[in-house]
């Protein structure tokens, strides 16, 4: 285009701004936390050797890890439900439906994570009630542990593993389901052979989203862990302002950043990275 | 779809079970906010707005609410501005190096704000901006950029080039095809931003935790401590006051989204 030649200066004008805040007060301070992982508290990398001398440092990333992939697998499971459901609803109920997923996501994180407290815990509402209906006779630990905190991430990433696999399934003829259906095949067939191969791309988009989003977790676990299970962003605040150890704090950020690129660079071959995160549409 | 293929027994059980997960835990503040009873309750004998009143008549609580507003209104301009201008920009040059740009713009919903948040409790203190209005405002702004760019680069997309290059052609400067033909069609995506903005700064906690503690004490933060703290139904009050809010402001945005479609 000519005229983008002609006329460019004044457009590239336009991107500045926001170029020049992200370099200079987003990149430059993560670009100051990778620095610092390697020159405190000496230059080299002592603090990395941790990950395989000290056993903190590896349960933690083992704890990690492991509330993460049940978190996904189980907001990939009940969000797959809920956007099948409102793939086959009728409009009127479809928009329901989404309100369903839509409020929560944006309702505060401190608030849904206060409600679970109120629910959970030892003289909770959920405590007090099966008490109260003779069904148990002890409170049950529903919360400060690895199961609150599950409840509690499941419960805050079902929206985001809703939106992308809802993008993938309106994308499925329903001729297809039908015909499947008229040539024979049961409930069950159309399901497993057509619905569920060609919903995958987008089953595969938000089990990234939905990990990446949980590795680095802090607001939630934080509250319904008690302190007693530590996830790594939680592990990384106690670091810098509790004990003051900016080299194994800073090493750890560094490897929750690898972390989650090396994951999005994985799957980059497999899903179209930017339709994860909305952009460019 | 229509109906024309519908859902099975399991799967609409399925579905129906996740979103009461979803939404019954967010509605049970509602009843506990309304207890009469001086701790985290279901109303005993009768409903009571005291904790409400306990709320609304704490200098704490709304003054943490007045500068959680204050800056998320200053975040969001800085959002807006920068976030607007950049989609523009990038949709109309569209090479290789504005796609770069945009992945750049991208990297706050990517990285955990906790990486970000230490970054900037170490940057900013040499900076003098630790504990000030500005520096919660700068970080708020920065991290919104990328919903503004995301809307308003969805609402481009709906937009024919053509437009512009005739404006362009027909003599227009860059302003003023800015200001007459572009910033008009994409207003809505530029709203929703905005929306999108002030709820991510208004919501934002883990970086205050880090570069605020006196001065800037925020309505999240100050919610963060009472739940630490002493959980009393005050907060579920606030809870409550926040659950509206939210819903005010989505509701506003899908008026005006309407509008424009309508």
Redesign the interface.
């Known amino acids: 285009m000519s ?2 030649g002609r ?2 200066a ?6 500045l ?3 020049l ?2 370099v200079v ?6 670009a ?2 990778l620095t ?1 992982s390697v020159t405190e508290p000496e230059l080299g990398l002592g603090n990395y050797e941790r990950l395989f001398t000290s056993s903190a440092v590896q349960r933690v990333i083992e704890t990690t890890l492991r509330i993460c992939l049940i978190t996904t697998v189980l907001a990939l499971l ?2 797959y ?2 956007a ?8 009127r109920a479809q928009g329901w ?1 989404i309100l ?5 996501l ?14 959970l ?1 030892r ?3 959920v405590n007090n009630a099966l008490l109260g209906a003779g069904v148990i006779d002890e409170p049950l630990p529903l919360v400060w542990n690895e199961f609150g905190i599950i409840v509690g991430m499941v ?1 805050y990433m ?2 985001f593993a809703v939106l992308p696999m809802l993008a993938s399934m309106r994308e499925i003829d ?2 297809l ?2 015909a499947a ?1 008229g040539l024979g095949a049961s ?2 067939e ?2 497993r052979r057509v619905f569920l191969p060609l919903s995958l791309p987008g089953v595969i988009a938000a089990g990234v989203l939905v990990f ?1 989003f949980s ?5 939630t676990p934080a ?1 319904l862990g008690g302190g007693k299970t530590l996830m790594v ?1 939680e592990w ?2 106690l670091q ?2 509790d004990l003051i150890r ?1 080299g194994l ?2 090493m750890m ?1 560094t490897m ?2 690898a972390a ?1 690129l090396v994951t ?1 660079l994985v799957f980059s071959r497999i899903v179209d990275l930017r339709r994860i ?5 | ?8 027994a399991a ?2 059980s ?6 009461f ?3 019954l ?2 509605l ?2 509602v009843p ?1 906010a309304l207890t009469d009873q001086r701790y ?3 109303p005993q004998d009768g409903i009571s707005f005291r904790h409400f009143a306990t709320v609304l008549s704490s200098p704490e609580w709304l003054g943490s609410i007045w500068q959680s507003f204050t800056i998320a209104v200053a975040a969001t301009i ?1 959002s807006v ?3 607007t ?2 989609a ?3 949709w ?2 569209s090479r290789r190096t ?2 770069l ?2 992945v ?13 948040a ?6 900013f203190g040499p900076l003098g901006l630790l504990d000030r209005f500005l520096g919660v405002v ?2 708020h ?3 919104g ?2 919903y503004v ?2 809307t308003v ?2 609402a481009l ?1 709906a937009f024919d080039p053509r437009l512009e ?1 005739a404006a ?1 052609g027909m003599g227009a400067s ?1 302003s003023q095809t800015l200001r007459w033909v572009i910033l008009p069609r994409i207003a809505p995506g530029i709203f929703s931003g905005a929306i999108f903005a002030f ?1 991510h700064s208004w ?1 934002e ?2 970086m205050v ?2 570069i605020a503690s006196r001065d800037v004490f925020t309505l ?1 933060r100050r ?2 401590d009472g ?2 703290e002493n ?1 009393d139904p005050a ?2 009050a606030v ?1 409550v006051l ?2 509206l809010f ?2 005010l ?2 509701l506003a945005d899908r008026a005006l989204r309407r509008r424009n479609e309508g």
């Open positions: 005229a983008a006329t460019g004044g457009w590239w004008l336009l991107i701004p926001a170029f805040l992200l007060f987003y990149v430059a301070p993560i100051q936390v610092i009940l969000g439900g809920i099948y459901a409102i793939t086959l609803a009728r409009p439906w369903a997923v839509l409020v929560p944006w309702i505060s994180v401190l608030v849904r994570a206060f409600a679970w407290v109120t629910l815990r003289q909770g509402l419960h079902v929206p329903p001729r389901l039908a259906r409930r069950g159309v399901f990446i590795l680095g977790f802090y607001i509250i962003a990384i605040s810098i302002l900016w704090g800073t950020a929750l950043i989650i999005l995160f909305g952009a460019g549409a | 779809m229509d109906g024309i293929y519908s859902p099975g799967s609409r399925l579905a129906w079970a996740t979103a997960y979803l939404v835990p967010i049970i503040v506990v985290l309750s279901l800085l501005t920068a976030g201008l950049c523009i920009g990038c109309r040059i504005t796609e740009v945009r750049l713009m991208l990297l706050p919903l990517i990285i955990p704000s906790i990486v970000y230490i970054g900037l409790y170490r940057y700068i970080a702004g920065v991290t950029i990328p760019v995301i680069s969805t997309a290059q362009r860059l709820i919501d906690l883990v935790l880090f999240p919610i963060w739940i630490n959980l907060m579920a809870a926040l659950i939210t819903l402001l989505l």
